[in-house]
């Protein structure tokens, strides 16, 4: 079966500082991959996502990056925090199955910039 | 722009009663729409799916209506149990576009 794995699940980071979240995915190949950033009683707001490696589409300008080195994995950078940045993240991922495209997320990681 | 709403941010119901979540649609090419479960601290689960050439279907005491007349989709909880007590997110998704989200509905169980 499959299953995704997130981490950290709580990180509190200073302005300015340098952040890097790992996602991976394990039992299926070449999934697509996201990014979403949910803020607190918010909905979600989806950041990045990736259809194979090296390749990341952006959905909003931002302070952060997304990288796909390997097929299951999906990291979001950046290489320095604003206390905007603070916020629960998720990652996802999906296989295209037709029309039909279940989002399996991840546990989730709530950052917090001080 | 298109959007996916909810018509109410909370919901409280009473321990064995059956709970409706509402959802609004703007986008009439909207194909499939899901219905995801969030509690606390964790990420959305994947409750019950529904593509547009349906109008019903139904899971373990999920329910997901869709009416593209109204543009409208809603979740039926039956006998709803103080584990259903999350927020609850329906999404759109059309041709190859990502998936949007609405804001979420917060359900509480009283007992």
């Known amino acids: 079966s499959q299953t995704i794995h997130q981490w950290p699940a709580t990180l509190v980071q200073p302005v300015g500082s340098p952040l890097s979240l790992e996602c991976t995915v394990e039992?299926?190949?070449?999934?697509?991959l996201y990014w979403y950033r949910q803020a607190a009683g918010r909905g979600l707001q989806l950041l990045f996502y990736?259809?194979?490696?090296?390749?990341i589409s952006s959905e909003v300008p931002q302070n952060l990056s997304a990288s796909r080195p390997q097929d299951r994995q999906f990291i979001l950078s950046s290489k320095k925090l604003l206390l905007s940045d603070s916020g629960f993240y998720l990652c996802a991922w999906s296989v295209y199955t037709g029309s039909n495209e279940k989002l399996f997320f991840g546990s989730g990681t709530q950052l917090s910039v001080l | 722009g298109e959007s996916v709403g909810l018509h109410l941010p909370t919901l409280s119901v009473q321990e064995g009663d059956n709970s409706i979540i509402n959802c609004a649609y703007s986008?009439?090419?909207?194909?499939?729409f899901i219905w995801y479960k969030q509690e606390s601290g964790k990420g959305p689960q994947f409750i019950i799916d529904?593509?547009?050439?349906?109008d019903k279907r139904q899971g373990q005491r999920v329910t997901v209506l869709l009416n593209k007349t109204v543009k409208h989709l809603s979740l039926q909880i039956a006998a709803t149990q103080p584990g259903d007590s999350a927020v609850y997110f329906c999404?759109?998704?059309?041709?190859?576009?990502?998936?949007?989200f609405g804001a979420g509905t917060r359900l509480t169980v009283k007992p």
């Open positions: 039992g299926t190949s070449n999934p697509n």
């Open positions: 529904i593509r547009s050439n349906m």
């Open positions: 990736s259809v194979g490696i090296g390749q």
């Open positions: 999404a759109e998704k059309y041709n190859n576009n990502d998936m949007r």
């Open positions: 986008n009439s090419a909207s194909d499939y």
